[in-house]
């Protein structure tokens, strides 16, 4: 395609990405280096139909004047970045200084809000992103293979995970593992422990929700696979069949060389995906147990009466470049792989 | 022709019926929470709409909701219905406006007792109370022969018994769901250890201290003596669980009890469910369970006309002697002409023991939220009460740094 064509054919969506998506993630690296102006308060006679007593409020008045002179906020520069419930700087320092064993330096630093939910993120892109692709491989291999009379109702059946609502989707298991649920309480009779809980163990927790996510993302790996086997060429199969390659060998030596920039696709999409893990928290109800990256911005704008958006903004931004960081090897891969193609 | 008639001996019908509530103009638009009494309430108020628009979202996510739709221009909402922390951040963000004037031109029937006054100005109009009390199975502590527990160490002791006898597994519950419901009953025991929250004038926190820890191994207790999934129970988890009769002892919102007490479920259990007032604990006299008022505020961001037609459309329901008479059992009314019934026992029996009001203070959401999330640990057994105490000061802190307050 000519450049001038692309161009013209790209402009649109290039606005609307600017307008929906570049913009505010400008707007929120800017939020993020503010913070709220110092409260104003003052003590006034609180009267309730309980008694009435003294207690504080905060001076609209006064509030609202320095406002209007800056509506953004104080500036804090990366004073949230680095505060307790982010990547805690001081925090660390004093933790580092303080433990003498590594392991319990460890363990003060996994305690702190930021680095608990950084943990469970990595944790789960590191189990599901390989056992996503591997699967969505297995499956699609196993397809291709069936009588193509049944391959349709098949192939609905394995996308199925994906129609679901992901939501819909962790509430049924969520119902199924509680205590009373069929797998929960098959489980408390199998290990014959009246008191095992599935949801109030953090291990357990963290095991359901990877197995859920690996279940709700295989069929996107599948479908893209199962669409790149049907381009593998059959003459150079024939011929390997012909040499005496077992299945094994014609997989490694000639399939999986041919859609290889395919599966760099998927794992780069399901890297992203996971690295934003979010409704399986909800709707497991898994706050306690296990918090990603996602869910404290969530917390942070929705589960607090007073809305925290400097936080909430700062933790977005360490999203992205959080993502920017595990996407770059393959990108860069990508890049070098196009250079030489050229 | 015969639908037009109909039409029009309605039409008459309710205007005349109500001729108090002669609304001309205006749009209401109401956001409140969503439990039984709030419905009525609403509705009550609705028959009063006279020629206004009106509307209303009842949802468990109100306050999800609140102060971005209150600090559009104009507000989406008239007016929200608010409790004593709801009410916080809407005034915190200056989102609501004083009533004095509106409750002088209409509110006549409204006592005074109902008005929150906040630095002399009126800003909320009450009209229930709420408070988290003990429910009891009458037959099971009769069985056992378990007297009703009036402490939380009898609370304990009770359930154990219970659990030795083999008739329960998990004869406790308490809404103990990470995050806002757990910190609600930390926020009760604190309390009732007879704890401050912050060191006095400032909004330094106050809960590391030994009243913070008693607070913290008297949740752990009940939690042991719950079901292993209370992590993820809230109040309508919990009364799923009575309502099958696997507890004999709960904590829960007096304004379920309506539904606790109504012909759905076993008639057994309904019939043996009983009442009483909040538990003490740690040998203080104040109950461990706070005070909450159910009110309306109006938003500040909307025109004058719409807050007359909210105003007189809720200020008819917020004194009206037929509602509080029809729904006596949804709510502990504090409208003029409730008789309280059976169901109010615990607000009744908690105010008679004279416990505290919610806290109405600006901080007060900061510390709630870091509390939701930073105790669970310590319940799990990963962490001591000490640690978890610190990293509920050290989370509380950041955040309220960050909102200026410290």
């Known amino acids: ?342 | 022709m015969r639908k037009i008639l109909v039409t029009l001996l309605f039409l008459f019908f309710g205007t005349s019926a109500f001729a108090d509530c002669n609304i001309k103009s205006g749009s209401i638009n109401i956001l409140a929470n969503d439990f039984p009494a709030l419905r009525t309430f609403v509705e009550t108020s609705k028959q009063c709409k006279g020629n206004a628009d009106f509307k209303v979202t009842h949802s468990s996510e109100h306050n999800k909701i609140a102060v971005p739709a209150l600090t559009a221009n104009p507000s989406e909402f008239s007016a929200r219905i608010a409790a004593n922390s709801s009410i916080v951040p809407l005034m915190n963000q200056d989102l609501i406006r004083p009533l004095d004037d509106l409750v002088k031109k209409y509110g006549k029937g409204i006592q005074d007792s109902q008005l929150i006054t906040i630095d002399g100005k009126v800003m909320a109009v009450a009209f229930m109370a709420n408070t988290q009390h003990l429910y009891y199975r009458e037959d099971i502590l009769k069985d056992m022969g378990i007297a009703v527990p009036k402490t939380y160490e009898e609370v304990v002791a009770a359930s154990e018994k219970i659990r030795a006898s083999g008739k329960m597994q998990h004869p406790y519950a308490a809404a103990y769901k990470a995050g806002w419901n757990l910190a609600e009953e930390f926020v009760n025991m604190f309390i009732g250890h007879g704890g401050e929250f912050f060191k006095s004038g400032s909004a330094e926190p106050n809960i590391n201290n030994a009243k913070g820890v008693a607070t913290l191994n008297m949740l752990k207790k009940l939690s042991e003596l719950s079901n292993p999934d209370y992590l993820t129970h809230d109040s309508e988890a919990i009364k799923v669980e009575w309502e099958s009769g696997n507890v004999a002892l709960m904590t829960l919102w007096a304004s379920r009890s309506g539904t606790l007490l109504d012909d759905e479920g076993d008639p057994n259990i309904t019939k043996a469910t009983k009442l009483a007032g909040p538990a003490t604990v740690g040998g203080g006299n104040i109950p461990a369970a706070t005070l909450w008022w159910d009110g309306f505020t109006l938003a500040k961001n909307r025109s004058d006309a719409d807050a007359d037609a909210t105003f007189r459309a809720l200020a008819h329901a917020a004194s009206n002697k037929k509602m509080v008479a029809d729904a006596a059992d949804q709510a502990v009314w504090l409208v003029e002409g409730f008789v309280p019934g059976p169901k109010s026992i615990g607000v009744i029996e908690a105010v008679k023991m004279k416990a505290k009001p919610y806290p109405m203070l600006p901080q007060m959401g900061l510390m709630h939220g870091a509390l939701g999330s930073e105790i669970v640990e310590f319940l799990q057994g990963k962490e001591s009460a000490e640690q978890a105490l610190k990293d509920v000061e050290a989370a509380y802190i950041s955040k309220a740094k960050e909102q200026g307050f410290l």
């Open chain 1, 1 to 342: 395609m000519p450049n001038k064509t692309f161009f013209w054919f790209f402009l649109p969506t290039g606005l609307a990405m600017i307008l929906f998506i570049g913009l505010p993630i400008i707007s929120t690296g800017i939020q993020s280096f503010y913070a709220q102006h110092d409260q104003i308060v003052k003590e006034v006679k609180k009267c309730d139909p309980f008694g009435c007593t003294v207690s504080i409020v905060v001076d609209n008045e006064e509030t609202s004047k320095i406002r209007e002179a800056k509506p953004l906020g104080k500036f804090n520069g990366f004073g949230t970045y680095t505060d307790r419930n982010h990547l805690a700087v001081d925090e660390i320092k004093k933790f580092w200084n303080e433990t003498e064993s590594v392991s319990a330096f460890i363990d003060q630093v996994t305690n702190l809000p930021f680095y608990k939910a950084l943990i469970f993120t990595l944790t789960y892109c590191l189990f599901v992103t390989p056992n996503v692709l591997l699967l969505g491989f297995i499956i699609a291999l196993s397809l291709n293979a069936v009588a193509r009379r049944i391959r349709g109702p098949l192939i609905f059946g394995t996308i199925l995970p994906m129609i679901v609502t992901p939501l819909v989707g962790s509430l049924v298991l969520f119902w199924m593992i509680d205590s009373q649920g069929i797998i929960g309480a098959n489980i408390q009779n199998l290990m014959n422990d009246p008191y095992l809980s599935l949801k109030s163990s953090k291990t357990l927790t963290w095991i359901t929700i990877i197995i859920y996510g690996i279940w709700h993302h295989s069929p996107f790996a599948f479908v893209v696979f199962y669409a790149a086997l049907q381009t593998v060429p059959q003459e150079p199969v024939e011929a390997a069949i012909i040499d005496g390659a077992s299945r094994f060998q014609r997989i490694k030596h000639i399939v999986l060389p041919h859609i290889y920039p395919v599966v760099t696709f998927v794992a780069l999409i399901s890297l992203m995906d996971n690295f934003r893990v979010f409704e399986p928290i909800i709707g497991f109800s898994a706050e306690g147990s296990a918090q990603s990256l996602s869910w404290l911005i969530y917390d942070n704008l929705v589960n607090e009466e007073v809305i925290l958006f400097g936080s909430a903004a700062a933790t977005s931004i360490m999203t992205i470049v959080g993502i920017a960081i595990l996407l770059a090897p393959v990108l860069i891969r990508t890049w070098k792989e196009f250079r030489i193609a050229r």
